[in-house]
């Protein structure tokens, strides 16, 4: 089975920051990955998918990078709506989600 | 706009089936591939499984035993049923469409359904 490693399992953020999220798979993946957001007693909204492409509607704020086993999920200027708990998925063999990282206030 | 509904007993014993449904409106189920996923209270998410229009399927390798999802083309729903049930499986639990062909996501969710097993 492939595992998906989420780092850090939170942070800490103010408005306008530049925040940062990686996710690890234990075995090449591609780019059979994906992110999701997911906002409390909420179901989880994809955000990113086959790595670097935004579905429409997402903000241009979003972006994802990377490829075979290290992947990147990146916020340019974090807004209130953003704070969240932010989830990797790879869909290369299964469907396995990361852990997830939760995004807070500073 | 095709939306998802999760329906099902919100209460389940220790060892008995839990079984859930889920409707699709507003679209076809033909052509895609139909998740269910779980998350815990407090925790992250965990994919059972998915089923095609046709009936294939494939499941989470840890839940293989336990898990079984279908789908009525007829009724435009899918179903879970999950044996066994713990005091482990009380979850929420979401159903969502993934496209059947690469790149996989998961693009419209159900608003999930909370599920206790307790006694």
């Known amino acids: 089975d492939i595992q998906m490693t989420q780092s850090p399992s939170s942070l800490s953020a103010s408005v306008g920051d530049r925040v940062t999220i990686t996710c690890r798979a234990s075995?090449?993946?591609?780019?059979?990955l994906n992110w999701y957001q997911q906002k409390t007693g909420k179901a989880p909204k994809l955000l990113i998918y086959?790595?670097?492409r935004l579905p429409s509607g997402v903000p241009s704020r979003f972006s994802g990078s990377g490829s075979g086993t290290d992947f990147t999920l990146t916020i340019s200027s974090l807004q209130p709506e953003d704070f969240a708990t932010y989830y990797c998925?790879?869909?290369?063999?299964?469907?396995?989600f990361g852990q997830g990282t939760k995004v807070e206030i500073k | 706009q095709v939306q998802l509904q999760e329906s099902g007993p919100g209460l389940v014993k220790p060892s008995e089936t839990l079984s859930l449904t889920c409707t699709v409106s507003g679209g076809s189920i033909n052509n895609y591939l139909w998740n269910w996923i779980r998350q815990p209270p407090g925790e992250g998410l965990e994919w059972l499984g998915h089923?095609?229009?046709?009936?294939?399927?494939s499941y989470n390798p840890s839940l293989k035993s336990r898990v079984t999802i279908s789908a009525d083309t007829s009724k435009n729903q899918l179903s879970l049923k999950l044996s066994s049930v713990t005091a482990e499986d009380t979850a929420v639990y979401y159903c969502a469409r993934c496209g059947s062909a690469w790149p996989y996501y998961m693009d419209v969710w159900g608003k999930g359904t909370t599920v206790t097993v307790s006694s």
């Open positions: 089923v095609s229009s046709t009936g294939s399927t």
């Open positions: 075995q090449s993946i591609s780019t059979y």
């Open positions: 998925q790879q869909t290369y063999s299964s469907r396995a």
């Open positions: 086959a790595a670097s």
